[in-house]
């Protein structure tokens, strides 16, 4: 059988999972053909990789991407550029014919979602979106648990995250703490956790309220910590011997080679201060969304936290799940796995309607996004794909209600108003997701008073169960 052939554009530092995956892990079925970036010298480190892996493999400069499809003639582009260029080479790709496998955020406003689905709706050709929060384990099992009915149908979500000082910080001392580079943490980050909802839920989002603010990562904080002699970046910073934020590009061996070695080609400093003047974005938002099921949301994200993870309770027809998870703190592109489970600070919880509480055996994950990224590769490079229940494979709709919610919120936090998500992009369909219990379901009842628990009984039950957790 003949190799599935790749085109990769863009090389920072979330791109080599993908190079890896076709070039190394699945080398037997994929081969990696071409390679486009706008920066020759981390074009070149790639290209050198690539070629000790004997892949062929030719390299191009972002303006011959069209000429890297002509020439290398790739069955699919692999889209790992900056978040905001996204939606060019997702349409120009598919206008030459090829499928495309793109980074998440899809984009990062309603006009270039609009643009990459009426493309998508014109060429036939396959989007797919690489949420592989749904391949980790845990949160694939949340997903069964909710398929199965034990809580019914969910009425209202509970969901926070927590970045912390280490992986919270990156985000502004790079481009993505600027809104027109990443449409904000709202859209860069937030679009794995509203697509993790709609895959839940297996439902889409209606409408969006938001509030917002950035009064952590701000010059005023940076005053009250003492840092007042500082400099636009890490590197040579006079602040940098008590400054915890402070980031030794020159001493990880990874990140110089990438970024600090190659700034001569395009300027970029991967060490800029997160207490900026240039940053636009917000360290800390709340959202409250409306689902086409019924649902209601609220959601939260701060960026400061002293711990990495996250919380989501759902509040069901016949009881309550609630699970948390702790995650690995790693710099992007440090050679660190990123996003990995910490199983003491994982558990999922089921609170059943008159009865006792459980706690439920979590399934293990390994290796990156809390063991997803493994999966997740497997099932959009191969052609061969396994039996899936939950539907986890994501495409252009998901990836459109994704980043919706957070392109609204947006509009929402600058406006103050309700954003109704079929305002902002038109025919996007409805994505295929796994059958949930029906809304009409009876529920059954204890038989008799002596079948069902006392209130004081199950009380102590829940708080037994949270002191073991």
């Not at 493309?119 to 909710?146: A, E, H, M």
């Not at 689902?291 to 002293?306: D, I």
Request: glycine share 8%.
């Amino acid at each position: 059988m003949a190799k599935r052939r790749f085109a990769q554009v863009g090389v920072g530092g979330r791109s080599w999972m993908y190079s890896t995956a076709i070039a190394d892990t699945y080398a037997d079925a994929c081969e990696l053909v071409g390679i486009c970036d706008n920066n020759p010298g981390r074009l070149q480190l790639r290209l050198d990789w690539a070629k000790s892996k004997d892949q062929d493999v030719v390299g191009y400069s972002d303006d011959q991407f069209e000429q890297m499809i002509a020439e290398r003639k790739p069955d699919v582009v692999v889209v790992t550029t900056k978040d905001c260029y996204h939606d060019k080479y997702i349409i120009r790709a598919m206008e030459l014919g090829c499928d495309v496998v793109t980074e998440k955020p899809m984009t990062t406003d309603e006009k270039k979602c609009q643009a990459i689905i009426d493309t998508q709706r014109r060429t036939g050709k396959q989007c797919l979106v690489t949420f592989n929060y749904r391949y980790s384990p845990p949160r694939t099992q949340v997903k069964d648990i909710l398929m199965s009915g034990a809580i019914g149908d969910v009425l209202s979500v509970d969901f926070h995250w927590m970045l912390d000082t280490s992986h919270g910080a990156d985000y502004f001392r790079r481009w993505h703490g600027e809104k027109e580079n990443s449409g904000g943490l709202m859209v860069h980050k937030s679009t794995h956790h509203f697509d993790l909802v709609n895959w839940w839920l297996s439902s889409i989002p209606e409408a969006v309220y938001a509030s917002g603010h950035r009064k952590f990562y701000t010059p005023h904080q940076a005053d009250r910590y003492g840092l007042t002699n500082r400099a636009d970046r890490c590197l040579n910073c006079p602040e940098s011997a008590k400054c915890p934020f402070f980031l030794d590009l020159a001493g990880n061996e990874r990140l110089k080679e990438m970024y600090l070695d190659n700034e001569e080609y395009d300027g970029y400093h991967r060490d800029q201060c997160v207490f900026g003047e240039r940053l636009n974005i917000e360290d800390s938002m709340n959202v409250v969304v409306d689902y086409a099921s019924g649902a209601k949301m609220a959601y939260s994200l701060n960026a400061f936290m002293p711990w990495e993870g996250y919380m989501v309770m759902f509040n069901g027809t016949k009881g309550r799940l609630e699970h948390y998870m702790r995650e690995s703190v790693y710099i992007s592109g440090d050679g660190s796995v990123p996003g990995e489970m910490l199983a003491e600070g994982t558990t999922i919880t089921v609170f059943p309607h008159f009865a006792a509480p459980y706690s439920v055996e979590v399934w293990e994950g390994k290796g990156g996004h809390g063991g997803g990224d493994i999966l997740l590769l497997e099932d959009v490079l191969l052609t061969e794909k396994r039996e899936d229940k939950y539907k986890r494979a994501a495409d252009h709709r998901s990836g459109a209600y994704s980043i919706l919610t957070g392109v609204a919120a947006n509009k929402s936090m600058a406006t103050g108003n309700r954003i109704e998500i079929d305002s902002l992009v038109q025919n996007i369909g409805i994505p295929e997701y796994a059958p949930m219990p029906s809304p009409d379901e009876p529920i059954a009842l204890p038989e008799s008073r002596g079948q069902r628990m006392r209130h004081s009984q199950v009380t102590q039950m829940q708080k037994d169960a949270k002191d073991k957790a």
